[in-house]
C-alpha cells in the first residue's frame, strides 16, 4: 500500500519500474493496482516467474526504457556506486519517468538511511524534479518537465 500510495497509483494505465529490493513487491502491488505493469529490476529475480501485471529484468546504469514512457520508479537506496540503486542514474531515472511521474526512494535499514534518502533528494531536484514529500526513511519527487 505504501508503495502505490507514495507513486500515487489508484488505477492504470501505466508501467512502473520497481528497482532493487522494492521489486519484491511487484506481484502484491500488481494485485492492488489493476492495469499498471509493474516491471522488477534486480539480479536476484531470475528465478522469479512473471505473471500478470508483472515482468522481469536486469539492466545497469542505463534502462531499457523510451523518454518518458514510465509512470514512476520505485527503488531503496543504496550507496554501492556499483549499484543500479545509486543517485548517479538519477538524470537516467528522470528521463524515463513521464511528465507527472514519480520517484519514490526509501532508505534501507540502518543508520546509513536518512544521509542515502538525503543524497537521493539531492540528485533528483539536481535532475529539476519537485519534491512532494521528503522525511528521514523516503523521499518522493515529481516530474515536471516534459
Not at 507514495?6 to 511487484?26: C, F, K, Q, R, S
Not at 522469479?48 to 536486469?58: D, F, K
Not at 556499483?82 to 519517468?97: C, W
Not at 528521514?136 to 516534459?146: I, K, L, N
Request: hydrophobic content about 45%; proline content about 5%; overall charge negative.
Amino acid at each position: 500500500m505504501e508503495v502505490a500510495a507514495l507513486l500515487g497509483l489508484t488505477d492504470g494505465p501505466g508501467n512502473v519500474a520497481l528497482i532493487g529490493d522494492v521489486a519484491g513487491h511487484a506481484t502484491a502491488l500488481a494485485g492492488l493496482v489493476p492495469g499498471i505493469e509493474f516491471i522488477g529490476i534486480a539480479p536476484g529475480l531470475r528465478g522469479w516467474e512473471e505473471g500478470e501485471g508483472v515482468s522481469r529484468l536486469t539492466a545497469g546504469a542505463s534502462l531499457p526504457f523510451s523518454n518518458g514512457s514510465l509512470r514512476g520508479v520505485g527503488l531503496v537506496a543504496e550507496g554501492s556506486p556499483s549499484s543500479a540503486a545509486n543517485p548517479s542514474i538519477a538524470a537516467e531515472l528522470t528521463r524515463v519517468v513521464a511528465r507527472d511521474g514519480r520517484i519514490a526512494v526509501w532508505g534501507a535499514a540502518g543508520p546509513t538511511a536518512g544521509p542515502a534518502v538525503r543524497e537521493w533528494e539531492d540528485a533528483l531536484k539536481a535532475e529539476g524534479l519537485d519534491v512532494l514529500a521528503s522525511e528521514e526513511t523516503a523521499v518522493v519527487v515529481r516530474q515536471v518537465a516534459r
